[in-house]
């Protein structure tokens, strides 16, 4: 008896770590997915700006009839044949978080639903929108790491903040900003039981883009340095100004997400469509007032003003604020992150008049961090993200300032984070009325 029970011991012990192991391959795989799918939305992001500026050397008009068309087609798309791909997708990944249904969970973070997003995102794109690809990575990679993880229902939670962290951390090769950013936005606090599981999918999602795009700085290096003394007087001014109107931004998407009221609101929500076409005219209208600066993600023009390469067009920054604040409300699947960076860039650019000994780069990059930190309300992320894809460490404790500034204004225009704010009513209407953290 002794024998046969040890024997039943052992053979049972063999089977549980059997299945470990094939869960841990499964998320390494996972994490592999996440990688390679943000390498692919990067090219296909890339792809669609450069056919829509292909299109626009013909004639600049034609974004008068092709960016709401094409925004009301993605519109249309992302209602009836991919629903829940809207927006950046970030709030659908923090409310699936929340929610405990499977079924309710699954419709959010579907490989439908990532399929959905990658492709009508790269049709908004393709069309001038003001959106970036990051965001939708987040959503993406969560849905992979869902997928990934079937056989182990009790850890779809860290599952999906996994495999968020991974997609911000592969979108930007930015490891420690992916880890940041599940702790600050995703789940709002340390978890851990999951810390293992977020860490092995960031470094797996890591590996891959190395492996295909090689190892990059997502602005390109720079040592640009704010004097200590006037020059620091850009910190407050700036994160000021970068809270006011990231809070604005913000306040701006809330309302309209949880729907206007009176008859702006009625007519919106009768037809969601029509809006889009709408909110894309206006940002046609902004890309004709800029040149074309104020379309697409708005990465080049960041750059270009980080490095001090060109100058963009002066009404740069409000054009992509504007253009920015339509394609998030118009309801087509888009992110934050990169658009954000460029209003940023561009707002510390104008500083450069007032503070004419300053490096320009130290402008842009206290833009940046403030603008960025006044939209999302996650002050480490903003930093961190920001010193990581610049490889920028001689900054870090006055973008620290900024951030701490940028963020407390912006709390005063909205008093809500973003992301969570929009999570609330996607969890309100698939687990009942209660908010995420309640």
């Avoid at 059997?18 to 890339?46: E, Y």
């Avoid at 499977?102 to 579907?110: D, E, F, I, K, M």
């Avoid at 890591?206 to 090689?214: E, H, K, R």
């Avoid at 940046?368 to 930093?383: E, H, K, R, S, W």
Wanted: charged residues 10%; proline residues 5%.
């Amino acid at each position: 008896m002794r024998v046969r029970d040890l024997l039943g011991r052992l053979s049972g012990s063999s089977r549980g770590l059997l299945d470990v192991w094939t869960r841990r391959t499964l998320f390494l795989i996972g994490g592999i997915a996440v990688g390679g799918a943000a390498v692919m939305m990067a090219a296909l992001a890339d792809a669609a700006q450069a056919a829509f500026r292909a299109v626009l050397a013909l004639s600049p008009l034609i974004a008068l009839g092709l960016t709401p068309l094409g925004f009301a087609l993605a519109a249309l798309l992302a209602r009836t044949v991919f629903p829940n791909s809207q927006g950046s997708g970030i709030p659908q990944v923090i409310a699936a978080r929340h929610i405990e249904d499977p079924a309710a969970r699954h419709g959010l973070v579907s490989l439908r639903v990532a399929v959905g997003k990658i492709v009508v995102m790269t049709l908004g794109l393709a069309c001038g929108a003001s959106a970036g690809r990051e965001g939708p990575t987040v959503q993406v990679g969560a849905a992979l790491m869902a997928a990934a993880g079937r056989l182990a229902p009790e850890r779809q939670g860290g599952l999906l903040l996994a495999g968020g962290a991974a997609g911000v951390a592969a979108a930007f090769n930015t490891p420690l900003a992916g880890i940041v950013f599940g702790i600050e936005e995703l789940s709002r606090a340390y978890e851990s039981k999951t810390s293992s599981l977020v860490l092995g999918t960031i470094i797996a999602a890591g590996l891959t883009s190395l492996a295909l795009v090689g190892n990059y700085t997502y602005f390109g290096s720079t040592g640009d340095t704010l004097p200590f003394g006037r020059a620091w007087a850009v910190v407050p001014v700036c994160g000021v100004l970068g809270g006011l109107l990231g809070g604005l931004f913000s306040r701006i998407v809330i309302a309209v997400g949880r729907g206007l009221p009176g008859a702006a609101g009625r007519l919106v929500a009768a037809r969601p469509v029509a809006f889009a076409a709408l909110c894309g005219l206006g940002v046609a209208l902004c890309g004709l007032a800029t040149d074309g600066h104020a379309y697409g993600t708005g990465y080049e023009q960041a750059k270009a003003l980080l490095h001090g390469t060109s100058d963009t067009h002066p009404w740069f920054a409000p054009a992509k604020f504007v253009a920015t604040t339509l394609s998030s409300i118009s309801g087509i699947p888009g992110g934050l992150f990169a658009p954000s960076l460029a209003v940023g860039a561009g707002l510390g650019a104008e500083f450069a008049r007032l503070f004419a000994d300053v490096p320009v780069g130290a402008l842009v990059l206290v833009g940046m961090v403030a603008y960025l930190t006044g939209v999302l309300q996650a002050p480490i992320t903003a930093f961190v993200i920001v010193s990581e894809m610049t490889e920028n460490h001689a900054l870090v404790i006055p973008l620290m300032i900024t951030a701490v500034i940028a963020d407390a204004t912006s709390k005063l225009v909205c008093p809500e984070g973003l992301y969570h704010a929009l999570a609330a009513p996607i969890v309100a209407r698939l687990a009942g009325p209660r908010p995420p953290g309640a």
